[in-house]
């Protein structure tokens, strides 16, 4: 008898097939996703339908087809799975990936696929010229076509699809993506190589792009391998680049303190943002998602319980934390609440000012001057542009991150609260990657006993007393 459990927007279909020689019980699934529009009455009569035809399937031995070729398998994937269950970002990195993917393997039998058909394609995206990027410069006059007068750059984005820290982008000369010069282009009513040049980049693929493709590919086929198409998956055994060992960027003490000294000279919008984001180690999504219910400026607690992103053609959306254990709370300093305090007064009087123009609708605690939320990209082009002309050292936005943690381990906080404080689900992981600023803190730390010495070594401290006096 076949059951129903609801799951997201659609209902996931169960069929037992009794036990394996080992006592397992044995399931097939399917997932069926009502059309838009339909009525609950519509819904029940088809639910049925489907739970009957797929028990057929299921006791006839008709339900997993060997023979399904991978492009079938991963339309299937991203309609059942991947856009039931995944986050927006996910499903946007899956559906590009798979473009490609779907290029060199879209047209082999699941069954048929093997690990050395994966390890040529791998092999293939570090070729030189298979890149294929085209990035588009503006030519002289932008700017004037889009207009300047105040609140026109919001508009036009909004009208192109993209985001307005793009606009700035393309307005500044900097290079963007084909497809954003596209929609400029396209919003005004002009062909693209008028107004934009565009040049295409043939360099092999980074090792972490090739890993995105293959975590995007391994994802695909390990579900495969749980709705029963395949026994194991060939991407587990596939040969994956190295992408050698990064230490994470941060500043040390001396160049944090510099940071927040040429932040006071700021506009107090970009100052509270950053200088908040080097007190609380927040990731950037977590930043510009952090509402003022999320924050207790008494306990000096703020809890993350949403972020803040951006997709071409979605815009500012917001989604739940990375992981369990990033949905957490923080214990702050009092510096940290005292700059949110200032912050607000700022924000107060803004609100004020834009009256009914005021556009915050869920008490976001940084946006921009009109209460909207904040572009991401927006908060890194600003950082790096400030990081330039400060003379500090070459960070990003994630740096702050980097450098919240590097205090704490250079203070001697334990590596679980630290950890914790980074939301980072297990510790394993903060070690990982902190593991250079571990050993030089565990080094300091050793030079702790250095002081007993001359009771323990009374020769050595002697031999260096008379090589000192020249002797």
Partial sequence: MATVQKQGRGYKITVSQGYDYRGKRLRQHMTWVPEPGMSERQIAKELERQKVLFEQRVLGGTSVNANIRFKDFSDKFMAEYAKLYLKPKTIQTYTENLRRINLALGHIKLS?????HIN???????ETGIRNRVTATAKAGLQERIGTQRGRASEFAKLAGISRATIQQAVEGNPISQASAEAIAAALGVKAKRIFDFTTHGEPLAPASVLSYHRTLSSVLARAVKWGYLQVNPADAAEKPALGRREAAYL??????????????????????ITFDL???LRRGE??????EDVDLEAHTITIRQTSNYLPGQGVYTS???????ARPLLLSTAAMMILLEYRSWQDTQRESAGDAWEDKDGRVFTNELGAPVFPDSVSQWFSAFVSRS???KVTVHSLRHTYASLMIADGVPLVVVSRQLGHTQTSTTANIYSHMIASAQAKAMQTFDRFNDVLAPEQK?????KAAGG
């Fill in 391 to 393: 003379g500090l050292p």
């Fill in 287 to 292: 930043l510009l998602g952090l509402r003022w």
């Fill in 112 to 116: 048929e696929l093997r690990t050395g």
């Fill in 279 to 281: 007190l609380s180690g």
């Fill in 252 to 273: 040390e003490e001396d160049d944090a303190r510099r940071l927040l000294e040429l932040l006071q000279t700021e506009p107090i919008r970009w100052r509270a943002l």
């Fill in 462 to 466: 002697r031999e260096k007393q008379k």
């Fill in 120 to 126: 040529a394609f791998y092999q293939n995206l570090q």
């Fill in 320 to 326: 739940t934390p990375k992981t369990a254990g990033s």
